[in-house]
């Protein structure tokens, strides 16, 4: 039996490393969920602190956290900021228990984080911690002020990793793709909230096409499962935590499930 929230909806939590991630990656899953009638919670590691050469840290965090709460607006989802710093990202224990305490708190049936390879290693990272972070809600002896273990643990799915390729470049396989095209408009709107990432990225990556590199991952995933739009996952099939493809069970016709024996693709 899938949990359900206080709400009695099923919950889908995303813990991110940056305002955006969630934009570029999986916001159409996400929008598709909330027209399923789940209750739809995301969350960023950092406030994106290191996102401009212009503003101060303290400055662009505050404002890419209202861009982020902006977004999560139009599919009427929560918004948390986990206050970490960009870069400085660790696999330790403060950041652990940040994550356990929104997992007690939010109480997710489905949780999505970045892809364990991906080319930032704060995506990784976020990865490692949110796996982790899924395993350990439960566990009674970790006593977190204002927090009681949650007994159950959440379907746990790794998005694809940014253009979808590793940080060898190789193209890393996605087994369970989500036909996103009748969401690409909301897709589209969340990220263009970013606008101050818009712009720094236009100056340091030279990526001045914001929308348009977001829609080419998306137009990629399409192309394998012969849809316009689509987002990738794999799943985490890791001893105790749930097998069922629940997105495949939510979602039924708009995903399509690959074989993850595919011999020319990366599977780390
Ligand atoms: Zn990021």
């Known amino acids: 039996m899938l949990t359900k929230n206080r709400d009695n909806k099923k919950t889908a939590l995303a813990v991110v490393a940056h305002p955006d991630d969630v934009e570029f990656i999986c916001a159409g899953t996400l929008a598709l969920l909330k027209e399923k009638g789940w209750n739809i919670e995301l969350a960023t590691m950092t406030a994106g602190d290191c996102g401009s050469r212009e503003c101060s840290s303290e400055e662009i965090s505050k404002i890419r956290k209202n861009e982020a709460a902006k977004a999560a607006k139009l599919i009427d989802a929560g918004y948390h900021c986990l206050e970490c710093k960009d ?101 589209e709107k969340m990220l263009k909230c970013h606008k101050s990432q818009r ?54 016709d708009l995903v399509v499930v690959k074989n993850n024996k595919v011999s020319n693709s990366k599977k780390i």
């Open 87 to 187: 870069i400085f990202l660790m696999y330790d224990e403060p950041s652990l228990i940040k994550i356990i305490s929104l997992i007690r708190k939010t109480k997710p049936t489905l949780v999505l984080t970045m892809s364990p390879s991906c080319y930032m290693v704060d995506h990784e990272t976020t990865s490692r911690l949110v796996q982790t972070a899924c395993f350990a809600a439960g566990i009674v002896n970790i006593e977190i002020e204002n927090s009681v273990p949650y007994f159950f643990i959440p379907y746990l799915y790794y998005l694809d990793p940014m253009e979808g390729k590793d940080k060898f470049g190789e193209d890393i396989y996605a087994s369970t793709i989500v036909d996103i095209s009748t969401v690409m408009d909301i897709k």
């Open 199 to 252: 712009d720094w990225l236009s100056a340091h990556h030279g990526i001045d096409k914001y929308v348009q590199t977001m829609k080419k991952l998306s137009e990629k995933r399409g192309s394998e499962i012969s849809a316009k739009y689509a987002e990738g996952f794999r799943q985490h099939l890791g001893h105790s935590y749930p097998q069922e493809n629940i997105l495949k069970q939510e979602l039924s």
